[in-house]
């Protein structure tokens, strides 16, 4: 199968929620303008969603629920060994650890590395935290490449060449700071209290 | 002044954070390129960004950080009125909660709204929390007019309608559901979930 446009596979998880959901309910077809009500978007990316998917819907009764939840199951294949980590482990490490391990996610939290005495030696939903110092230790004999960094707004930069030889390759950056990437890293950040001016910046003026 | 575009007021806002480190080292002068590799960005955005601010920055000695910070400040004073609450208050709305007190955020919360007992009536850094049946009271009382959603997956979207009664005109989604948006209402959303599974997509494929 080809590789699918970035904005294509954010949709297949929210379809994927959604079917669930169908199925849960024993509705065994769904209509492409159903799946684009529910999620705000316009029914022409749904069609050309499932259609890269290679989905044709039937006009007259739409998709087949477990066929199209089958399919993209088996599209997040690709990825549904990668193990990601989650560094720092305050209210957002937390928050970020609830919404992964709940959402049936095919990404899965193998380790949390924290600062905080308290956080270190526990484990939390059968995940183990440890110190900051055993980064380049755990995160290889893991396997992870994913890291998902909610603190250390100081320490940031420091810590990105220590990512990328312990072999992490994406870094979901939820910290203010905006570090200089390594060479072959990717990052994808999003920072709230920026997000929060520019929503007030567009309902004000 | 003219209504700049979303991507400059949120740059705008990293600029200002990076320029009051500069103030307290009391650094008097910063070049764009240095403002640019901090926030991993193109220099010719930042300059294009503070020409629209009105300033040009001195090849000899880069721009005045007492003097651009400033410009920023004023910009943002026509949001610094602006009012919002935290819908949710588990370990994302905590931690939400905590980066916009943190981060001398133009923006302030004045209430926070939650459903566990253990929650409402308390108050936290100064704002009360309150039951969310009193949505409809409090946001109008306190010419709150931003919401920032971090929980109630099932009842978004029942959520919606008592929101825009309440005088709420954007919204800020960082749950997994996509509500269909009363007319006039703004949303900004960003989902963890799916945003990690695009980022292992990219990593992997």
Partial sequence: MDKLPAKTIERLNS???LLLRYEYMERPYVFSADLARSLNINPVHVRRDLMLLGFQGNNARGYNVKELNKAIALHF???AQTKACI?????????VFEQITESESPITIAAIFDSSPENIHKTFAYVSCYSIDKLTQVIPSSAITLAIITAFEEDITALLPLLTAS????IMNLT?????LPKGMLMESFDITSAIISLAYKTNC
Same sequence: chains 1, 2.
């Fill in 15 to 17: 379809y994927r929620r």
């Fill in 77 to 79: 294949q690709k990825i």
């Fill in 87 to 95: 560094i720092g482990f305050g209210n957002m490490g937390k928050a």
């Fill in 167 to 170: 072999g992490i390759a994406g």
């Fill in 176 to 180: 203010a700071v905006q570090p200089t």
